[in-house]
Antibody, heavy 120, light 106 residues
């Protein structure tokens, strides 16, 4: 069974940093691109970042470029999001999502999410 | 940059009704369009990929159509468990979600 479990969320002050983790199981993690998607309270979904299976290709939304860094450790079946210079508008539930690119590209499995609150 | 316009933002329908949601892209995205369902407090769930392909295990009352710039998502007979917010998502370039449609029971 595919499982994605996020952790690392919490309360942080503006300008602070936080590192999110996503532990993957039930599939060959090293074969899939992975993504972070966030959802501000009461708002819609916003794609944040993606990383290819071997970390060769990395992309960011303009809203986080230069502040967030996505990475992965295939030996540990883990995905990470290092978030620096956090702002109030980064407050959201952060989901990790597996990307499948067979007959199209889509996010077929999602974690339960971890809440990040940026507030003084 | 591609813009995705999803409508309506909310709707109310009766059990058994046919429900239709539209998503319009600002430029041609071929069939690079997915639909997700999100129930309150839960993670999104993939329903439709490549505009019209039903994800494994998803009930057949859900369907999608369209290509180019105009796409439609349909629930043929609304069920109480379909109460959720539905999102379209394009992947012609970087992933981008529509604004969502909240579906409620009348």
């Amino acid at each position: 069974e595919v499982q994605l479990v996020e952790s690392g969320g919490g309360l942080v002050k503006p300008g602070g940093s936080l590192r999110l983790s996503c532990a993957a199981s039930g599939f060959t993690f090293s074969s899939y691109s992975m993504n972070w998607v966030r959802q501000a309270p009461g708002k819609g979904l916003e794609w944040v970042s993606s990383i290819s299976s071997s970390s060769s290709y990395i992309y960011y939304a303009d809203s986080v470029k230069g502040r967030f860094t996505i990475s992965r450790d295939n030996a540990k079946n883990s995905l990470y999001l290092q978030m620096n210079s956090l702002r109030a508008e980064d407050t959201a539930v952060y989901y990790c999502a597996r990307e499948i690119a067979v007959a199209g590209t889509r996010f077929d499995y999602w974690g339960q999410g971890t809440l990040v609150t940026v507030s003084s | 940059d591609i813009q995705m316009t999803q409508s309506p933002s909310s709707l109310s329908a009766s059990v058994g009704d046919r429900v239709t949601i539209t998503c319009q892209a600002s430029q041609d995205i071929s069939n690079y369009l997915n639909w997700y369902q999100q129930k309150p407090g839960k993670a999104p769930k993939l329903l439709i990929y490549d505009a019209s392909n039903l994800e494994t295990g998803v009930p057949s009352r859900f369907s999608g159509s369209g290509s180019g710039t105009d796409f439609t998502f349909t629930i043929s007979s609304l069920q109480p468990e379909d109460i959720a917010t539905y999102y379209c998502q394009q992947y012609d370039n970087l992933p981008l979600f529509g604004g969502g449609t909240k579906v409620e029971i009348k």
